[in-house]
């Protein structure tokens, strides 16, 4: 596998335009594949699912099959009752009529203020317009409050053929996510079976978008969706677990959703730099994972790191305060590699180094909770007064 | 019961010093009663406790008595190891021989950074300087980030005598209890078994000090301790549950208990307001209190209601983010009395005279699950760019 320049798989076309959802920036794109592709998807389990996240759901669980995607930002389409999944319908059958296919081949997303119903004319004359063309505008129509679009490509073979894998997502505020998050997107021309892009999706998605957080809220419209088309490989079999080009494909996936993932908590609302947490000698890897959010989301830890203050004292209070197994008298803490704590005992360290280090637009958080051999690995960002002028206006 | 000015009740002797602990503030304090008094506590829930939340614990939980308490801010013992606990001991120590009574009638406390040392020739000549007045000046010793002390007193009836029921606390940020808080002190010369005293303390904390939440971080040295010398009805009975005056000592103790908890979240670091949400139609208390502690703890509710934006899908989502049950259809949200949902249903209000009553200090969030009859509270504040300003800088 390498990385390259972004690029859309075999047989993926797309395109994004300003619908006038937004005052002027593109706010409707579409992801059309030439052929039904393999799909599998994720979703907020926030309880008051948006309905364009619950129609994809529905579309998608039925045959594990999609060819396009339509995602507007803008309006969420979220707590708008019976009238919002008309809503999502209606978008969902004017994408399939133009491209002449099911509906049930079409999945429907949509991110912004949630409680405002879609202006269905203006989504109607939008849909009209989108071309199946090579451009990239999507990665930009669905963004919100983010500050660029996210994006990666990468090449991987498999019975011998070039494949290409290309994700791409938006996502800055209401980031927890609980099993899936904001809008991820995952095409690729390599051949899969539905049901199993789903296994891969779903555990995949535990120890990347599952493990940032930008500030603690769970999102309504949360989905990922992944498609796989097969056109790259269009005479041979399907991907089967026990083949050395699964293990290339599991392993160009996982670079990709964690790719992603970091890239939304890199871009969280108002952040300066991206902060990483990585627990090791946990109990379980449950454990690793927990410990790692709750240091990577506490506003207090999240707060000094704005203001370059080694005020370590908040990381422990931070693991404290989760019922995670900790070797209380044992803990190692480093960060950015400076050892603050060894076996619970403070270490003589070179503050102002450290501190200045604070400064980097990547922040290093280890902690070794010495109860067991299991790690995991969190993402998130420092708090920032950008942040909250982001969101005390967040509508005007 | 009625309020009354802030005074220490029958017995009860105070005082507050500067030792050098802060710069210039006042660091240091004690609370003695003229005999044992009957006491309880509650502590942090953070696994990391802190070395005089501990101790406290371990004596309160001996016999229930203590005859004096010291407490320091600046500096908060907190995962100092073997050290720290040597030195809550050693204050302990230090206050008894001064008084002449037994170490295990005295409870210690501290709050301020973690994992730095007492200074310990400081506060041992602080704690010799300490006198036995009638001043206030602890409830400024044991203030950080605090704007103001938090204060309260209340005169009631035990056995046709006038008893008094005083208490203070501190807290602003590192606010959010599981089973307790900070520091909070309540303090009275009714009498009262220890005992009964401890089951009501720990029944009472759940709906006040435990339902509110400045920042979702949990301290490692919270504690609420209470003392009941009966210096006012010496010759009298301890109170029983089934008489009268257990009811209005009960009323008197909630209502100290739930103004200490809602000036903590009025207090919130950077906080222009009080918010308030009450949950009705819940299928349990748990639930009721759980959704209420959601909405309120919401970094984006937060944010907006700084803003003055009626962004009230975010309450939406904050709600649909917990496990509480929730009849999705049938949900009510009212915001300062106005009412913004019926049956999940938008109601026709006016935006702008909204908008601009929440400019006022105090913020009321009113939902109502329609799945039972439990309601719940719960109090916190705005979230603006103080907050964060506070905490990029906690420790210069």
Same mark, same amino acid.
Not at 75 to 82: D, M, Q
Not at 249 to 261: I, M
Not at 317 to 338: E, M, R
């Given at each position: 596998?390498?990385?390259?320049?972004?690029?859309?798989?075999?047989?993926?076309?797309?395109?994004?335009?300003?619908?006038?959802?937004?005052? %002027?920036?593109?706010? =409707?794109?579409?992801?059309?594949?030439?052929?039904?592709?393999?799909?599998?998807?994720?979703?907020?389990?926030?309880?008051?699912?948006?309905?364009?996240?619950? #129609?994809?759901?529905?579309?998608?669980?039925?045959?594990?099959? =999609?060819?396009? #995607?339509?995602?507007?930002?803008?309006?969420?389409?979220?707590?708008?009752?019976?009238?919002?999944?008309?809503?999502?319908?209606?978008?969902?059958?004017?994408?399939?009529?133009?491209?002449?296919?099911?509906?049930?081949?079409?999945?429907?997303?949509?991110?912004?203020?949630?409680?405002?119903?879609?202006?269905?004319?203006?989504?109607?004359?939008?849909? &009209?317009?989108?071309?199946?063309?090579?451009?990239?505008?999507?990665?930009?129509?669905?963004?919100?409050?983010?500050?660029?679009?996210?994006?990666?490509?990468?090449?991987?073979?498999?019975?011998?053929?070039?494949?290409?894998?290309?994700?791409?997502?938006?996502?800055?505020?209401?980031?927890?996510?609980?099993?899936?998050?904001?809008?991820?997107?995952?095409?690729?021309?390599?051949?899969?079976?539905?049901?199993?892009?789903?296994?891969? #999706?779903?555990?995949?998605?535990?120890?990347?978008?599952?493990?940032?957080?930008?500030?603690?809220?769970?999102?309504?419209?949360?989905?990922?969706?992944?498609?796989?088309?097969?056109?790259?490989?269009?005479?041979?079999?399907?991907?089967?677990?026990?083949?050395?080009?699964?293990?290339?494909?599991?392993?160009?996936?996982?670079?990709?959703?964690?790719?992603?993932?970091?890239?939304?908590?890199?871009?969280?609302?108002?952040?300066?730099?991206?902060?990483?947490?990585?627990?090791?000698?946990?109990?379980?890897?449950?454990?690793? &994972?927990?410990?790692? %959010?709750?240091?990577?989301?506490?506003? =207090?830890?999240?707060?000094?790191?704005?203001?370059?203050?080694? &005020?370590?004292?908040?990381?422990?209070?931070?693991?404290?305060?989760?019922?995670?197994?900790?070797?209380?008298?044992?803990?190692?803490?480093?960060? &950015?590699?400076?050892?603050?704590?060894?076996?619970?005992?403070?270490?003589?360290?070179?503050?102002?180094?450290?501190?200045?280090?604070?400064?980097?637009?990547?922040?290093?958080?280890?902690?070794? #909770?010495?109860?067991?051999?299991?790690?995991?690995?969190?993402?998130?960002?420092?708090?920032?007064?950008?942040?909250?002028?982001?969101?005390?206006?967040?509508?005007?």
């Amino acid at each position: 596998m390498k990385e390259i320049e972004f690029t859309w798989p075999k047989g993926f076309y797309a395109d994004g335009l300003h619908s006038g959802l937004r005052k %002027k920036k593109l706010d =409707l794109g579409w992801l059309c594949s030439q052929v039904p592709a393999s799909a599998a998807g994720v979703y907020t389990t926030n309880q008051f699912c948006a309905a364009p996240t619950a #129609l994809t759901k529905q579309t998608i669980e039925q045959g594990h099959q =999609l060819q396009a #995607l339509v995602v507007n930002s803008a309006v969420a389409n979220s707590f708008t009752g019976a009238q919002g999944e008309v809503d999502a319908q209606t978008e969902q059958e004017l994408v399939a009529a133009k491209l002449g296919i099911s509906p049930k081949l079409v999945g429907v997303a949509s991110t912004g203020v949630i409680g405002e119903f879609l202006p269905m004319a203006k989504l109607k004359a939008g849909i &009209n317009a989108l071309k199946l063309t090579a451009n990239h505008k999507i990665t930009e129509a669905i963004l919100t409050t983010d500050t660029h679009p996210k994006t990666i490509s990468f090449e991987f073979e498999q019975a011998g053929q070039k494949c290409v894998m290309t994700g791409f997502c938006k996502g800055s505020g209401m980031i927890h996510p609980k099993m899936a998050t904001m809008l991820g997107f995952v095409v690729t021309d390599a051949k899969v079976d539905g049901k199993l892009l789903q296994e891969l #999706l779903s555990d995949q998605v535990a120890t990347s978008f599952n493990q940032i957080t930008v500030d603690g809220d769970t999102s309504t419209n949360d989905m990922v969706v992944t498609m796989a088309n097969g056109l790259a490989v269009a005479d041979s079999e399907s991907l089967t677990k026990d083949s050395q080009d699964y293990q290339e494909f599991k392993q160009v996936f996982q670079a990709v959703l964690e790719y992603l993932a970091k890239e939304i908590a890199r871009d969280g609302e108002g952040a300066s730099k991206l902060v990483e947490v990585l627990v090791k000698g946990a109990a379980s890897k449950r454990d690793a &994972n927990v410990a790692a %959010k709750a240091v990577v989301g506490s506003n =207090l830890v999240k707060a000094a790191l704005f203001g370059q203050d080694v &005020n370590w004292g908040r990381i422990i209070s931070a693991l404290g305060q989760t019922d995670v197994s900790i070797a209380v008298t044992k803990l190692d803490l480093a960060i &950015n590699q400076v050892a603050i704590l060894k076996a619970s005992q403070k270490q003589a360290y070179d503050e102002e180094g450290l501190q200045a280090s604070l400064g980097q637009d990547q922040i290093l958080i280890e902690v070794d #909770l010495h109860t067991g051999q299991a790690c995991g690995r969190a993402w998130g960002c420092d708090l920032t007064y950008k942040y909250v002028q982001i969101n005390a206006s967040y509508r005007s």
